[in-house]
């Protein structure tokens, strides 16, 4: 047994959910300094606002992903090597901050505004539809060996 796997997707009623457990990993391993701050707050019905103080940041500098149900966000400021400081007390400073989003969040969208980024969201209810499963019978010469299943939706 792995010793940094989670006990919980060790049980084998968890099948097919590895690609769940690398995710946390990953956010656990990003570590999170705090910066920048953020809020989230609900918009409407079914929408998500994160809104991250980026003050300093231009566009170029920030990159919103989504991937796998996580949303990251990165900023790297770039010195300008021509600038000569008397005192810097503004640092340039790099940033990486990820949010696992559940199944059915969208992102809409992402805009920067007064040093504030705003990435919208979207909560899709997703469809929920039963489906049979056809059981198949063994070849019938007394000995029953296991034979692939074939799934298909009605």
Do not use: C, W
Not at 20 to 27: A, G, H, N
Not at 62 to 91: F, T
């Amino acid at each position: 047994m792995n010793s940094g796997r989670l006990a919980l997707f060790d049980s084998p009623l968890f099948l097919g959910f590895d690609q769940f457990e690398k995710t946390i990993d990953r956010l656990q391993k990003s570590g999170s300094d705090g910066y920048p701050p953020y809020n989230i707050e609900r918009i409407g019905e079914n929408g998500l606002r994160i809104t991250l103080a980026v003050a300093g940041f231009s566009m170029n500098e920030l990159d919103v992903e989504a991937e796998h149900n996580q949303l990251s966000i990165r900023g790297k400021q770039i010195d300008d090597e021509d600038r000569i400081y008397l005192h810097r007390g503004i640092a340039a400073r790099q940033f990486q901050r990820s949010f696992v989003l559940a199944d059915g969040v969208e992102v809409k969208g992402a805009a920067l505004d007064n040093g504030l980024l705003h990435i919208n969201l979207e909560q899709v209810e997703p469809e929920r539809a039963a489906r049979k499963i056809e059981i198949k019978s063994s070849a019938g010469n007394g000995k029953s060996k296991p034979q692939a299943i074939d799934l298909k939706s009605d």
